[in-house]
């Protein structure tokens, strides 16, 4: 049987509707989620407690924002360009996904050094240790994705093109992944902001 993309699927995957390693990835995703919300959480008890010092995002995180999101429009147009068979579109869109995802961790670097800078330390209000500690540990996750991404642009650079389902699966697995830690990203920025 051959999918709409032209990659042959095997009997064994169509069988069952879901593929095993995105259903691994689906239960670790809630895994994270549920971490989060654990975070989010306490964030909202510990504000009502009092003590509580409230202070703009800097600028860095709502640029941050931006990028992470044309990183994952970048990593689509890589995975669509890989579908249909235009090898340079795959490798350009995804050494651009890569470096997005870069540049989204030194701009939360940079806007730690502004919190910092503007008497927000980590060790200080309960409050600027919560925004270093949600932010920090997105930034520990999407530091996993652009590992993840690194070893595909490796691939897309080192292996033979070719449009294999096992392939396929494989950046599909990414960008779900991708997606998933943007769209994380833009729900605890939003929620920081109207917390403050």
Same mark, same amino acid.
């Given at each position: ?103 989204? =961790? ?44 690194? =070893? ?45």
């Amino acid at each position: 049987m051959e999918s709409t993309s032209g990659i042959k699927l095997t009997n064994s995957y169509n069988r069952s509707k879901i593929h095993p390693h995105k259903f691994a990835l689906y239960v670790s995703m809630a895994s994270i989620i549920m971490m989060f919300a654990g975070l989010t959480s306490a964030f909202v008890v510990r504000r009502a407690a009092g003590n509580w010092l409230e202070f703009y995002m800097p600028q860095e995180f709502y640029i941050s924002a931006a990028v992470i999101v044309v990183s994952s429009i970048c990593l689509h147009l890589s995975i669509r360009s890989f579908k249909r068979g235009s090898e340079a579109g795959y490798r350009l869109f995804m050494i651009l996904a890569m470096i997005c995802g870069i540049a989204f =961790v030194g701009l939360q670097y940079s806007g730690w050094l502004t919190l910092d800078a503007g008497g927000i330390s980590v060790d200080g209000n309960p409050s600027g240790s919560f925004v270093y500690a949600i932010s920090g540990l997105h930034a520990a996750h999407v530091v996993g994705g652009i590992a993840v991404l690194l =070893v595909c642009a490796l691939r897309a650079f080192t292996v033979p093109y070719k449009r294999t389902e096992r392939r396929l699966i494989r950046l599909e697995l990414s960008a779900i992944y991708w997606h998933f830690v943007d769209i994380l990203w833009l729900y605890l920025l939003f929620f920081m902001i109207w917390q403050m």
